[in-house]
Each structure stands twice: as structure tokens, then as C-alpha cells.
DNA sequence: TAGATGACTAATA
DNA sequence: CTATTAGCCATCT
């Protein structure tokens, strides 16, 4: 395994994104420079070696929904964390498109 | 090395 | 709205 690995990159862009705001994969691999990546990226979260340091909740999928539950407490307690930064749903399981952004 | 898998995205019906 | 098809790319077996 290298330091550089496409995972470890990702990783290191999850952590830049800001609070109140969330990411979607397309988005992470694009600024990677592989926009076709956004799969890469998700699985790259799956192994989520560090998720303590990783906010994976703030990544999202193109639509703001969130994943399932394969992050930290669940997808239940994502919603709350992201609540909890300010980011507001449009329905049960859609985000808001406004935050959708990185920077 | 090759095939299967998936926390994606887009197009189509 | 949901379902299906297809393309994409890193990781796993």
C-alpha cells in the first residue's frame, strides 16, 4: 500500500469539507480529476479506515440523500449530525441541493 | 491477470 | 415517481 493510494487522497479531501456544507461523490473526484470516479470514492469511504478523523456524513449522493448505513452510528444518526451542522432536509431523505458544494 | 462487486451518475422507459 | 441499462473506476477474490 502507498501513502498516495486514490483512497488516501479522498480521505484527505473528505476532512477539507467544510462545516454546514456536504460533498457528493462526483464532486470529491472530480476536484481528484477523475470525475467518472464518484463510485471509487464511495468505495474508498467503505473501507473508511480512519472514521473518527473522516466526516464521511457530509458526503452525499447527487441527489443529497445519504448513502445507508454503512457510516459510524447509521444512516439515522447521520441525519442528526448533519442537522446538527446546520444542513436542512427537503424530505426524509433528500438534502436540501444548496449544500452541495465544496469551498 | 481476469472477473465480480459497489457508500455513483446519467440516460432511457 | 420507480425500474432498467449502461459507463465509469478502485478494490476484492
Redesign the pocket.
Known sequence: MRKN???HQVYKLVKKIPKGKVA????I?QQLG?P?????????????PN?QKIP??R?????GKI??N??FGGGLMQKKQLRAEGIEFKDKN?LKLKYITIF
Open positions: 493510494d486514490f483512497a457528493t461523490y462526483g464532486q473526484a477523475k467518472k470516479a464518484a463510485r471509487a470514492v464511495g468505495n474508498a469511504l467503505h473501507q473508511n472514521p464521511c456524513y458526503v452525499v449522493d447527487h441527489l448513502a445507508g454503512y457510516a433528500h
